[in-house]
């Protein structure tokens, strides 16, 4: 019988397959996670100093800037630390909290854009009763929702890899740690849970985005309906925003979790897009193609010192 010692630390090797690029990937991905801290917490700032902005759809973008300021702060810290020539070693609570808010806050994000899909189908097909159906209170009701959801799956996720054994080896053959390369170190039969983990993965994202085209399809048939070219041209803008993070945020996702043969150096490369970019971009997605944030954020570039009296 094998003497098998408790795995209480993991080694992080970091994406395959770059080995001598350390130095250029850390100042490309310092530079992109700069880019997204500093865009989402401008458009949390101008959103915040607008009194115009106060409305449901800012709201939920506010809580999507947010969110995407944690997301990348979940791996990018720890990735940029060892690629600077420190240690590449993770604790193992360290590695469980990792896994824990990646899940946290990527379902959350998940649950956070079929509610902006819900909120953009109330506005464009029931503009009249629009203040009545997203009140102050529905509004904290669907944003306390998509975070106590996003906790009970990533609950689920995390309790579901590490109630296996790690006795074994303890290289993760990633930059982070996820459920696929966990499981593989694992000490115990892990094809069950891989199913089971699987499905869970997939049917999330799944179910959240029927809802999302079902919303966006009853939104395209109302906005044909519109006589007026400025408004179905003001229609048609908004939403292609939130359309175009919506791809953006479920492309990674389908590539990385709901493909049947893995490749490591492919699941890398994007999810650092997904985790690094996506959050980057969606500053610029949301400000360059709406009037009313970028004017926002102009005038609080201007002068900033008009927020704490908003506040």
Not at 10 to 21: A, Q, V
Not at 80 to 102: D, K
Not at 152 to 159: D, E, G, P, R
Not at 292 to 302: N, T
Request: net charge positive.
């Amino acid at each position: 019988m094998r003497n098998l010692s408790v795995v209480t630390q993991f080694i992080l090797l970091g994406i395959p397959n770059t080995e001598g690029l350390e130095t250029m990937l850390f100042a490309l991905f310092l530079s992109f996670y700069i880019f997204t801290l500093m865009g989402n917490l401008l458009i949390l700032l101008a959103i915040i100093s607008s009194t115009r902005l106060h409305t449901p759809m800012y709201f939920f973008l506010c809580k999507l800037s947010i969110f995407d300021i944690f997301f990348p702060s979940v791996s990018s810290p720890k990735m940029l630390f060892y690629l600077s020539g420190n240690s590449r070693a993770i604790s193992y609570a360290g590695c469980v909290c990792q896994l824990f808010f990646y899940h946290f806050l990527g379902c959350t994000e998940c649950f956070l854009y079929t509610v902006m899909a819900y909120d953009r189908f109330v506005a464009i097909c029931y503009p009249l009763r629009y203040s009545i159906i997203m009140s102050h209170r529905v509004c904290a009701i669907l944003a306390t929702g998509t975070s106590f959801f996003g906790c009970i799956q990533a609950i689920f996720l995390t309790t579901l890899t590490f109630q296996l054994p790690y006795c074994g080896p303890n290289e993760v053959d990633y930059y982070f740690c996820d459920i696929p390369v966990m499981l593989k170190l694992a000490c115990a039969d892990t094809s069950a849970l891989e199913m089971v983990g699987f499905i869970s993965v997939g049917l999330m994202p799944l179910s959240c985005f029927l809802l999302i085209l079902t919303s966006y399809s009853c939104i395209v048939f109302a906005i044909l309906q519109i006589r007026s070219a400025e408004g179905r041209r003001r229609a048609f803008s908004t939403c292609s925003a939130h359309l175009t993070a919506i791809l953006l945020f479920y492309m990674p996702v389908v590539l990385i979790y709901l493909r049947p043969t893995p490749s490591p150096w492919l699941d890398a490369t994007v999810q650092v897009l997904n985790n690094l970019v996506t959050p980057m971009l969606n500053p610029l997605i949301y400000s360059l193609r709406n009037k009313e944030v970028k004017s926002s954020l102009w005038k609080f570039l201007r002068n900033p010192s008009f927020l704490p009296e908003q506040l």
